[in-house]
Nanobody, 121 residues
Framework: VQLQASGGGLVQAGGSLRLSCGAS????TAWFRQAPGKEREFVAG????????YHGESVRGRFTISRASARNTVYLQMNFLRPEDTAVYYC???????????????????WGPGTQVTVSS
């Protein structure tokens, strides 16, 4: 499974970005992020069929995860961005078919290369 994340960039506080992750297969997919000097943090996750979605507390109400109808692309719509959202964002998928979303990095088997999101104040 190869994951390709795109859509990162530089944006001012209060702005929006949309990240995309190309991910084929019947896997739960999630976004994590890692800021310099910090641990990798769960941002949002979605099951293969899109019926279950989870968002981390720090992004709830501002970010939305979704999956394209063809189920081969996962999006992360990020609104009302803050400087503390600055990080490298990673797309990850679990190997198990029809897997549930996990908040732990240890449960994800495939990782994309990451895309930088920088929010200026």
């Amino acid at each position: 499974v190869q994951l390709q994340a795109s859509g990162g960039g530089l944006v001012q506080a209060g702005g929006s970005l949309r990240l995309s992750c190309g991910a084929s297969g019947r896997y739960a997919t999630a976004w994590f992020r890692q800021a310099p000097g910090k641990e990798r943090e769960f941002v949002a996750g979605i099951t293969w069929q899109g019926g279950n979605k989870y968002h981390g507390e720090s992004v709830r109400g501002r970010f939305t995860i979704s999956r394209a109808s063809a189920r081969n692309t996962v999006y992360l719509q990020m609104n009302f961005l803050r400087p503390e959202d600055t990080a490298v964002y990673y797309c990850a998928a679990r190997r198990e078919i029809f897997s549930t979303v996990s908040f732990s990095t240890n449960d994800y088997d495939y990782w994309g290369p990451g895309t930088q999101v920088t929010v200026s104040s």
